[in-house]
Antibody, heavy 124, light 108 residues
Framework: QVQLVESGGGLVQPGGSLRLSCAAS????????MNWIRQAPGKGLEWVSYISSSGSTIYYADSVKGRFTISRDNAKNSLYLQMNSLRAEDTAVYYC?????????????????WGQGTLVTVSS | QSALTQPRSVSGSPGQSVTISCTGTSSDVGGYKYVSWYQQHPGKAPKLMIYDVSKRPSGVPDRFSGSKSGNTASLTISGLQAEDEADYYC????????FGTGTKVTVL
């Protein structure tokens, strides 16, 4: 079955860096677009970043542009999020989410599987 | 982009129906057919319940249904059950993705 397992979260000081990983299994990872989505404590969901199946197309939310970098290694079935210049407002649970496939034009604009998330806390 | 507007909470007794609205603009909900809904139980990951406004993934009970009119999408839960108590979020494609503010569904 489809599994997405995030890791790499933790406590980091403002201005610091962290690299999140998402290990995928149960499906052909290289066929799917992937995303990072976050949820601040007690708050709603916020889309963070998208990467196409080949890694050639990448998008970011304005709130993280220039500070976060999404990448993937299809040989290792893994998705990554490098987070630099972290701020208190980046504190959240970070989920990796797979986009549903099989639509004309590529993206189906729907997140059909989510990992359990990893907590990032930015605090001094 | 601003978050889509959802009611903070809705409630109903078992067996009743509840409807959650999700209001955006012509640049998101009104402009695309790509509205999805996610259910989230406390401490758990979101789960896809509805996609493309009104389609249900395999395994989602048919008491969950979706619709859209203009800039407002809706999720209806018919025959409310105790396990439906959760937070629900809408999401629309809008060049990027924008989520709703979230609605807590309480089963009385």
């Amino acid at each position: 079955q489809v599994q997405l397992v995030e890791s790499g979260g933790g406590l980091v000081q403002p201005g610091g860096s962290l690299r999140l990983s998402c290990a995928a299994s149960g499906f052909t990872f290289s066929d799917y677009y992937m995303n990072w989505i976050r949820q601040a404590p007690g708050k709603g969901l916020e889309w963070v970043s998208y990467i196409s199946s080949s890694g050639s197309t990448i998008y970011y939310a304005d709130s993280v542009k220039g500070r976060f970098t999404i990448s993937r290694d299809n040989a290792k079935n893994s998705l990554y999020l490098q987070m630099n210049s972290l701020r208190a407002e980046d504190t959240a649970v970070y989920y990796c989410a797979r986009e549903r496939s099989g639509c004309s034009g590529g993206s189906c604009y729907t997140f059909d599987y989510w990992g359990q998330g990893t907590l990032v806390t930015v605090s001094s | 982009q601003s978050a889509l507007t959802q009611p903070r909470s809705v409630s109903g007794s078992p067996g009743q129906s509840v409807t959650i609205s999700c209001t955006g603009t012509s640049s998101d909900v009104g402009g695309y057919k790509y509205v999805s809904w996610y259910q989230q139980h406390p401490g758990k990951a979101p789960k896809l319940m509805i996609y493309d406004v009104s389609k249900r993934p395999s395994g989602v009970p048919d008491r969950f249904s979706g619709s859209k009119s203009g800039n407002t999408a809706s999720l209806t839960i018919s025959g409310l059950q105790a396990e439906d108590e959760a937070d629900y979020y809408c999401c629309s494609y809008a060049g990027s993705y924008v989520f709703g503010t979230g609605t807590k569904v309480t089963v009385l």
